[in-house]
């Protein structure tokens, strides 16, 4: 009797400890069944065909400008109407991420992109001076630059045939990122077989499939996979490099204030 009532008070305890999430996914559930959108079984059977852009667009023709689609217990909802969007971007109550985004905090660690509410806020108010008009003029150039090796590399491919702009688009945005960001060349467009590239690629890769796998949510069945030993050896590679870049962006700025501090006293 004793053993039952413990167990009994377990199973209580464990209950209560899980009520509040239980009534949210409820009434999150709710609201769910007023959405359109697909079974769990189509979203696997995409998955595994790997064909999740097609699909998505095939969702939107079907639906509408808004449908849903469940990945595992967490609901997704998809929004095309400009309108819509808006809306949620113009709201700042709706500042948290989704927990897709917690799958890149091993890349980008917890930055504006990733982090949420309050710290977002603060993050946000930092790098506000960052975009302001006399400071992104600077950025003129380079942009410039990449720009003219992207439209050489996209006029190698202008013989009326259909070709996949994706890779150029996203070398050209790392180098973009690169120069303006951190002051430093990547020459992407360039090296498009380089290490770091091919790392960014990797983890491009990795991530996106782990967004779109249930069983590969699960950390400690991930642990498991090749796809995480893939993405221990690109973060080497990223986390070095972004390493590197910051000790050089950091002696640099370091020279600078050492040849400023010379000139003023020869002055």
């Given at each position: ?116 509410n309050e710290a977002w806020q603060r993050r946000r108010k930092l790098l506000t001076p960052a975009f302001h008009f ?111 870049m910051i000790k050089l962006r950091r002696q640099m700025l370091q020279d600078t204030n050492i040849h400023n501090m ?6």
């Amino acid at each position: 009797m004793t053993a039952l009532a413990l167990i009994a008070f377990a199973l209580w305890a464990l209950f209560m400890r899980y009520l509040s999430h239980i009534v949210e996914f409820l009434r999150i559930r709710k609201f769910a069944s007023t959405i359109p959108g697909p079974s769990i079984s189509e979203l696997i059977e995409n998955a595994k065909k790997g064909q999740i852009l097609a699909w998505l667009n095939s969702l939107y023709k079907k639906h509408g400008t808004v449908f849903r689609i469940w990945f595992g217990r967490d609901l997704v909802v998809f929004f095309s109407d400009p309108e819509d969007v808006k809306q949620i971007l113009s709201n700042n109550k709706l500042l948290k991420k989704s927990k897709s985004y917690e799958l890149i905090e091993v890349w980008l660690g917890k930055g504006l992109l990733t982090s949420a509410n309050e710290a977002w806020q603060r993050r946000r108010k930092l790098l506000t001076p960052a975009f302001h008009f006399r400071i992104l003029g600077e950025f003129k150039e380079p942009m410039e630059d990449n720009c003219q090796i992207l439209i050489s590399k996209l006029r190698e491919k202008a013989n009326g045939e259909q070709f996949d702009i994706y890779p150029y688009i996203t070398l050209f945005a790392l180098d973009a990122i690169s120069e303006t960001a951190m002051g430093l060349k990547k020459n992407a467009q360039m090296q498009s077989e380089s290490e770091y590239v091919k790392a960014v690629q990797t983890i491009c890769r990795v991530l996106h499939k782990r967004s779109f796998s249930f069983w590969h949510r699960f950390e400690l069945i991930y642990r498991f996979t090749d796809a995480y030993k893939e993405r221990i050896e690109a973060l080497k590679v990223l986390h070095g490099e972004t390493n590197r870049m910051i000790k050089l962006r950091r002696q640099m700025l370091q020279d600078t204030n050492i040849h400023n501090m010379a000139d003023a006293e020869k002055s």
